[in-house]
């Protein structure tokens, strides 16, 4: 069957991206407002619980364009799909939440190198040079806001879980063991956000980065 999405190559994030940079909404109810003020608004919006989709086809997808060009979580094709994921990561099961994570974890990566290499070249050209830096800082802000949305989401279905074990149910088995209750799958996954403190992000934002991205952090 034909894909939902189109394939696109991209090598660098001055093509075909959002015109402003993005910014972090403080709900995320406001992405799917076009009317709420912000610059970015999602075009489609996903249902996991009632659309028939092929979530581990979309995750393929997804793993195939970022791996060619992580700074293209940018486009409306990637950061859409990857929002509606990562804000109702409660309704995936737990094979698919692990590659959701997994495509996270790589994508940061690879942003991450995009990022050194960018900011370690020398400067020709000052206006294209911030240019880049806003579209690169829109790319990295928005790989952070949709890892911190699934990391809050699993994290709530985590409480959910602690207190529904003290009702009496059964222990859970090996073989009922979920994505999130494993130590190694948690530190892998927050390696996404040591990942991007080891940018120069104060380089990249020219000044201490702004608060609303730092506070993604606490």
Known sequence: ??????????????????????????????????????VYAVRDEYNFQ???????????????RLRESPASISKHQNFDPL?????????????????LFELLRTTSQGLCRKLSTF???????????????????????????????????ELNSAAERAASSTTGKKKKSKKDALFWDSSTER???????????DVDLVNLWGMQPEEEILQLFS
């Open 83 to 99: 929002f509606a994921m990562c804000h109702g990561a409660q309704h995936l099961d737990e094979d698919m939440k692990a590659s």
């Open 187 to 197: 530190e892998n996954a927050l390696s996404v956000l040591v990942g991007v403190l």
């Open 50 to 64: 009632t659309d028939t989709l092929n979530v581990d086809e979309l995750i393929d997808e997804l793993a195939d």
């Open 1 to 38: 069957p034909p894909s939902r999405f189109e394939s696109l190559s991209c090598t660098s994030p001055s093509q075909g991206d959002i015109m402003e940079e993005f910014s972090i909404p403080i709900n995320p109810e406001e992405l799917s407002n076009s009317s709420s003020g912000s």
């Open 119 to 153: 900011l370690a070249e020398p400067i020709e050209d000052q206006d294209e040079w911030k240019n880049r830096a806003r579209k690169y800082r829109s790319s990295l802000k928005m790989l952070v806001y949709v890892f911190t949305l699934a990391c809050k989401s």
